[in-house]
């Protein structure tokens, strides 16, 4: 390999959106091997679902500022999902709830994050609306 080859692959970055999506790909991987966990391995249970909201809370704070490019309801209802993560996260730890909603709310982002090739395979999926989820909470 050629040092300009080397350079130009070095100086590669990735997208922030493409980022994102892989993030999204790791936690509900994550997410999805703790769901069957039982009661007696909650350390591990509990990690996974700290993550998760620390990512939430990561995405809130962005969308919190100003400089933030979304528009504001967009913004707004990231913030609300966030809230809404943290809220049920507890009731998962403390209470023993079902994990899926927090899968299918990180499922439908990443299927929003994905490329536009990927998103009209999934057209036709029947993933369940985050918002539909928060309002519930």
Avoid at 20 to 33: H, N, Q, S, W
């Amino acid at each position: 390999m050629s040092l300009t080859a080397y350079q130009q692959t070095s100086v590669r970055v990735e997208d922030p959106r493409d980022t994102e999506y892989r993030l999204f790909g790791m936690v509900i991987r994550a997410l999805t091997e703790v769901k069957d966990y039982d009661r007696s391995n909650l350390g591990a249970l509990s990690s996974v679902i700290d993550w998760n909201k620390r990512i939430w809370a990561a995405l809130a704070q962005d969308c919190a500022d100003d400089r933030n490019g979304h528009n504001d309801s967009l913004r707004a209802g990231i913030i609300s999902l966030a809230l809404f993560v943290e809220r049920y996260s507890t009731q998962v730890i403390r209470d023993g709830a079902d994990i899926d909603p927090l899968i299918d709310i990180n499922r439908t982002v990443m299927q929003g994050l994905a490329p536009a090739s990927s998103q009209s395979a999934q057209s036709g999926s029947t993933a369940t609306q985050p918002a539909a989820m928060a309002a519930q909470a």
